[in-house]
């Protein structure tokens, strides 16, 4: 890539960086990251009803690097999945734009993920966990962008204030980021105390910066999104949550559930996904409906079954079930349900969450409680076990014996040894000494000899190659 040897005046830059959002096609209406959401069938449904622009989900920039099967499952897509934005999330620039070269065939912009919150970012240290640390993400922005052909775009969240939320955002855009998507949520806003979105904030970076912003954050309906470009002055909006419980929200429709959970399945079955990623569509398409009590029984069925089939069974029964009444051929009685909704509750709707002062409010009148987990015969059993009960009955047939670890201990100290340790020593142990003499284990997958013979090979193969030229 050629390089500029003279400093562009600020209109030309500012046109070259609106210029970005012409080329995605001055999308208004688009779908949000999600992990283990937003895969291709769940992309293409979206844009068939109405977006414009879509993002995968995050992906882990150096697994990316390092795995073939992460990346093919990862770049599957069609000529009608565009424009579309590959979001990364990393705290090494160098990995980072090693994972955007490979991605950067297949899309349109490369997105920085500094926005999640969960606590796997924390411990990974990315995501909105970087928001303290502008050195780093100065020189992320900056490596993507001198390093790629594409435009370099970040996903932020805001902070507490809106001064520092503005020199936040101006800072990225001064290291090269050429649109940004501000969720107008802190880092601390999620889960039960998630709350509303500050379109404050949004509009503040609106008008402190030169380059495209998305707002995402509070639409669940269409005249949301209208009302957040109104109100901020956006280019365009972005929709999460809204979108997984009404995937034809950007046509201001709330269809009944079968119908995009039946056009789901049938993308699934060209474009395959695993069949957490489908289940967990059914459950917020159908999440209204779930909500009665004459529905347990498929809600059961969904929970247990990992077949196309199952999944389309539970969806047919539902149909089945009120199609008269969405026909108009039985009246619904609104008693049926234990609260008041404006929709039948078999259309796609809103998923509206407790306000945090309501959680708040229920903390403080009583010590929270933690759920109980118990097995068929009503012993009470750990989360995780009542995790493991529930992946065998989705799998009744398939044998998995696990090897109970043994009680022994390591020989060089007092931890426990791998079960599968051709030396008997904890994984630490081993893999000191696999390092001291040179030496493999398959039990703890240390490749400490065989990989430093590769390389000597690798070495002296160079050599020959050197020599002759």
Request: net charge positive; hydrophobic share 30%.
């Amino acid at each position: 890539m050629s390089k500029i040897t003279e400093s562009p005046d600020k209109k030309d830059v500012a046109s070259k960086k609106t210029n970005v959002w012409e080329d995605l096609g001055s999308p208004r209406c688009i779908v949000a990251p999600m992990v283990d959401a937003s895969e291709l069938a769940w992309r293409l449904l979206s844009r068939r009803h109405g977006a414009q622009l879509c993002y995968t989900p995050m992906l882990h920039s150096s697994v990316f690097c390092r795995d073939p099967k992460y990346r093919r499952e990862a770049l599957t897509n069609t000529s009608e999945d565009r424009p579309l934005i590959v979001q990364f999330c990393g705290n090494d620039p160098e990995i980072l734009l090693e994972a955007a070269h490979w991605a950067e065939p297949y899309c349109d912009a490369i997105d920085i993920n500094i926005g999640c919150p969960q606590a796997i970012a924390k411990r990974g240290h990315y995501g909105a966990f970087l928001q303290e640390d502008w050195d780093l993400l100065k020189k992320i922005v900056s490596t993507l962008k001198d390093g790629l052909h594409i435009p370099v775009t970040c996903k932020l969240r805001v902070f507490s204030e809106i001064s520092r939320t503005v020199d936040y955002a101006r800072m990225l855009e001064d290291a090269g980021a050429s649109l940004l998507t501000v969720h107008g949520r802190t880092r601390e806003q999620k889960g039960p105390l998630t709350g509303l979105a500050s379109w404050k904030h949004i509009k503040a970076v609106r008008d402190a910066v030169k380059i495209p912003v998305i707002a995402n954050g509070n639409i669940q309906c269409m005249q949301d999104l209208q009302r957040c470009i109104e109100e901020t002055q956006v280019q365009g909006v972005m929709s999460a949550e809204g979108n997984l419980y009404n995937p034809y929200i950007f046509e201001s429709r709330y269809p009944a559930c079968w119908e995009p959970a039946l056009e789901y399945l049938e993308l699934v079955e060209q474009y395959p996904v695993p069949a957490s990623y489908i289940r967990g569509h059914l459950f917020k398409l159908f999440h209204h409906v779930f909500c009665l009590a004459e529905n347990q029984e498929e809600r059961e069925s969904l929970a247990t079954n990992s077949t196309m089939e199952a999944f389309k069974s539970v969806t047919y029964a539902l149909r089945d079930r009120y199609l008269p009444y969405h026909e108009g051929h039985l009246t619904w009685q609104t008693g049926k349900t234990d609260y008041n909704l404006e929709l039948p509750p078999w259309l796609c709707q809103p998923y509206i969450r407790e306000p945090p002062q309501e959680y708040i409010q229920k903390l403080q009148e009583g010590a929270p409680r933690k759920r109980e987990y118990r097995d068929e015969d009503g012993n009470e059993i750990s989360r995780k076990r009542s995790k493991k009960l529930k992946r065998i009955a989705r799998r009744p047939n398939r044998a998995t014996p696990i090897p109970k670890r043994s009680s022994d201990r390591c020989h060089a100290c007092p931890n426990p040894l791998g079960f599968k340790c051709e030396y008997k020593l904890c994984r630490q142990c081993c893999r000191n000494k696999c390092y001291i003499e040179n030496l493999d284990c398959a039990g703890h997958r240390n490749l400490t000899k065989t990989r430093r013979q590769m390389a000597k090979e690798f070495e002296a193969k160079r050599k020959e190659v050197q020599d002759i030229t």
